[in-house]
């Protein structure tokens, strides 16, 4: 049995812990909930993040051997060169969405103009290998977005779940504890004033006869 909380038994104290024990009631089925809602909407993340990640460790390693035999097929200095004069400004602007009332970050990329350099010298596979890049480096920011809504998610469910669990098996069951015990305290004071009552009545009785 859980302990019972440290009051006196009068029946103020039972109102006041009948009232608490109907608004912890509530707060768990709120609670509750909201960790059911979370977890549906973590398990769907984790699934996005899965099939992202999978994408991802699939293209990332293509693009990159493209660069590796574009160095192959033409001079290193040549696609060094190439390189150092495709390079662009890139900023993000970070955002925020809520998902079942967690703040989630929200990536958005902006690009710069990409700098030119020689079509004659440089290889084709080079002119792919860049373009698919530049279309490749906002799926990572999505990466990133969704790695981190699934963090910030998880800890969340952990939190909630504490919570859940603090109420359900410790607050709760106190709070019942105590009011089964000063129930019985002012059910027993009760029947001994009865008693003691009927014990002055029926001495009463016997002086009048």
């Known amino acids: 049995m859980a302990t019972r909380l440290a009051v006196n038994p009068t029946r103020m104290e039972l109102l006041r812990l009948r009232k608490r024990l109907v608004v912890a009631r509530r707060g768990h089925k709120l609670l509750k909930d909201?960790?059911?809602?979370?977890?549906?909407?973590?398990?769907?993340?984790?699934?996005?993040?899965k099939e992202l990640r999978e994408r991802v460790d699939e293209q990332l390693p293509a693009i990159l051997r493209q660069f590796v035999l574009a160095e192959v097929t033409s001079?290193?200095?040549v696609v060094e060169d190439a390189l150092l004069h495709m390079q662009q400004e890139m900023s993000i602007d970070i955002g925020e969405r809520r998902i079942m009332g967690v703040p989630v970050?929200?990536?958005t990329a902006h690009f710069g103009t990409p700098g030119a350099y020689s079509l004659?010298?440089?290889p084709t596979l080079l002119d792919s290998?860049?373009?698919?890049?530049?279309?490749?480096?906002?799926?990572?920011?999505?990466?990133a977005e969704s790695e981190q809504a699934v963090l910030?998610?998880?800890?969340?469910?952990?939190?909630?779940?504490?919570?859940?669990n603090a109420l359900e098996h410790n607050m709760i069951p106190r709070l019942l504890t105590t009011v089964r015990y000063i129930t019985s305290k002012l059910d027993e004071t009760e029947r001994s004033n009865i008693s003691r009552l009927?014990?002055?009545?029926?001495?009463?009785?016997?002086q009048e006869q």
């Open 198 to 206: 009927m014990k002055i009545k029926a001495q009463r009785l016997a």
């Open 129 to 143: 290998a860049s373009a698919e890049l530049r279309a490749f480096l906002p799926k990572l920011l999505q990466l």
């Open 120 to 122: 004659v010298q440089t």
């Open 75 to 77: 001079s290193g200095a």
């Open 152 to 164: 910030l998610l998880a800890q969340e469910i952990e939190k909630t779940r504490r919570r859940v």
């Open 34 to 49: 909201k960790l059911d809602g979370l977890m549906k909407e973590f398990l769907e993340l984790a699934r996005k993040y």
């Open 105 to 107: 970050p929200q990536f």
